[in-house]
């Protein structure tokens, strides 16, 4: 049940009468997890649409070099860059054929070929053309010594963060991941950030495995950023009447929820607590901030804690004897809200 609370709130003027604004209190209950869980489903839902796409063939461009043979001809090794890799250092410049600025490569006798945005196989067909005005019939082989024209970016939590390069394996989400030396221990799998072409994409691993849903049907493109946070930037306050008040920190799945967190706080404090008391405040910085109630006398109602998930920033108060100390404690965390809302609970 959802009981809006009509409270008085501050203007910035001193002289101005406070204005009127709508506080949800909302009882945690089945159908609200239900719901929750629901939404959850399909947003996570949407966005694996908008991501998805199938593995298409690699393209060469700017920056890529390229291996040419033609057999038969061993006096053309050298100027074909043929040779044998001598570079051992990783940043060393691969041997072979740059593609250059406007997507053309140079080549002994066949002079300027325009490459760029063609396949491997396609590239083979454009040298063997320029070769056969030089050549009979030439077998001529192509292969990219180095693919340096694409790349995205993994940054944050794991291991070997940086630019990584896209080759002919397709960039699956697992396959950054992996490249990148996989998750750190700190690692939240759960709020992944892709960012591409100026838009935020939320990812939630966990969710995806946990829905049959498959994570490497999405494929980054070249220059898309992903960030993999840590648990404790998605960390939970945990205050009150707790044995320990405490920061809780999600599990590595990146789930949370309301009886994991009082557990992370050494549970409800037996001697103080009104465990009828229990409050989760939600967006205590935004505009519009939700406030949900559980009454935890029960042990049914602890089962209702277990499948209430958290967010990230989330404020978890348990109340002792009254409700005086909460409305203190909201009119410090609801921005220009005063205490008037203890009144609100008190109806309830």
């Given at each position: 049940m959802t009981t809006p609370a009509t409270l008085p709130v501050a203007s910035g003027n001193s002289q101005s009468p406070p204005t009127e604004m709508q506080i949800p209190i909302t009882d945690i209950?089945?159908?609200?997890?239900?719901?929750?869980?629901?939404?959850?489903?399909?947003?996570?839902?949407?966005?694996?649409?908008?991501?998805?796409?199938?593995?298409?063939?690699?393209?060469?461009?700017?920056?890529?070099?390229?291996?040419?043979?033609?057999?038969d001809h061993p006096e053309l090794a050298t100027a074909l860059g043929a040779q044998a890799q001598t570079n051992t250092r990783s940043y060393d410049p691969a041997q072979g054929f740059l593609i250059d600025e406007n997507g053309n490569v140079q080549l002994p006798y066949a002079g300027s070929v325009h490459v760029a945005g063609l396949r491997v196989d396609q590239t083979q067909h454009a040298v063997y053309a320029a070769l056969s005005n030089v050549f009979v019939r030439p077998q001529v082989t192509v292969r990219v010594a180095s693919f340096r024209a694409k790349q995205v970016y993994v940054d944050g939590e794991v291991r070997a963060p940086g630019a990584i390069p896209i080759n002919d394996v397709p960039m699956t989400l697992f396959e950054a991941i992996n490249r990148a030396g996989d998750f750190s221990t700190t690692a939240d799998q759960s709020r992944m950030i892709l960012v591409r072409d100026g838009v935020s994409y939320r990812l939630n691993l966990s969710s995806m495995l946990t829905?049959?849903?498959?994570?490497?049907?999405?494929?980054?493109?070249?220059?898309?950023?992903?960030?993999?946070?840590?648990?404790?930037?998605?960390?939970?306050?945990?205050?009150g009447e707790v044995?320990?008040?405490?920061t809780a920190v999600p599990m590595k799945s990146g789930k949370l929820t309301l009886s994991d967190a009082i557990s992370q706080a050494g549970s409800l404090n037996s001697?103080?607590?009104?465990?009828?008391?229990?409050?989760?405040?939600?967006?205590?910085?935004?505009?519009?901030?939700?406030?949900?109630?559980?009454?935890?006398?029960?042990?049914?109602?602890?089962?209702?804690?277990?499948?209430?998930?958290?967010?990230?920033?989330?404020?978890v108060y348990v109340d002792g004897n009254g409700l005086v100390r909460f409305g203190r404690v909201l009119s410090l965390l609801l921005p220009a809200i005063n205490a008037g809302l203890t009144g609100a609970v008190l109806t309830k």
């Open positions: 209950n089945v159908a609200l997890t239900e719901k929750m869980r629901l939404e959850n489903a399909q947003a996570s839902a949407v966005q694996l649409r908008e991501l998805v796409s199938k593995p298409e063939p690699y393209t060469l461009g700017v920056g890529d070099v390229l291996q040419v043979t033609v057999w829905s049959d849903q498959n994570p490497s049907k999405i494929l980054l493109k070249s220059g898309d950023l992903l960030r993999v946070v840590s648990r404790d930037d998605n960390g939970v306050f945990v205050m044995n320990k008040p405490v001697a103080s607590a009104d465990a009828a008391q229990l409050y989760v405040i939600r967006g205590s910085s935004d505009a519009t901030p939700q406030v949900f109630h559980l009454d935890a006398h029960s042990p049914v109602a602890m089962v209702l804690a277990n499948q209430f998930e958290l967010q990230p920033k989330d404020v």
